[in-house]
């Protein structure tokens, strides 16, 4: 059974930075791509940014590109996200997810992932 554990949220000003952090267990993390997506108050869920099972491909939103990374590590089953230049419109529920991918590819729409974290809050105070 896939489990996936988020943490690293909380409040912070505009401009500041955070990095979440999702601990998978139950899988074997190289055979999984992940994300993060997340999902504003009465908005859709969106993928922020996704990293391919080898972690040579990633995919950032048009809105985070310049302002967030996303990294893995496979020998940790961990998967990072480093978030600067927060911005009020950031704030959301982050849900880490996993998708059973080809080696090489990189996972960009919900539809994508099967296993899903709980989410952790970020709020993004102007």
């Known amino acids: 059974q896939v489990q996936l554990v988020e943490s690293g949220g909380g409040l912070v000003q505009a401009g500041d930075s955070l990095r979440l952090s999702c601990a998978a267990s139950?899988?074997?993390?190289?055979?999984?791509?992940m994300g993060w997506l997340r999902q504003p108050p009465g908005k859709d869920r969106e993928v922020v940014a996704a990293?391919?099972?080898?972690?040579?491909?990633?995919y950032y939103a048009d809105s985070v590109k310049g302002r967030f990374t996303i990294s893995r590590d496979n020998t940790k089953n961990t998967v990072y996200l480093q978030m600067n230049s927060l911005k009020p419109e950031d704030t959301a529920i982050y849900y880490c997810?996993?998708?059973?991918?080809?080696?090489?590819?990189?996972?960009?729409?919900?539809?994508?992932?099967?296993?899903w974290g709980q989410g952790t809050q970020v709020t993004v105070s102007s």
């Open positions: 997810a996993a998708g059973q991918t080809e080696y090489n590819m990189v996972p960009t729409t919900a539809r994508d992932f099967g296993s």
């Open positions: 990293i391919s099972r080898s972690g040579d491909g990633t």
């Open positions: 139950g899988l074997t993390s190289d055979s999984y791509g």
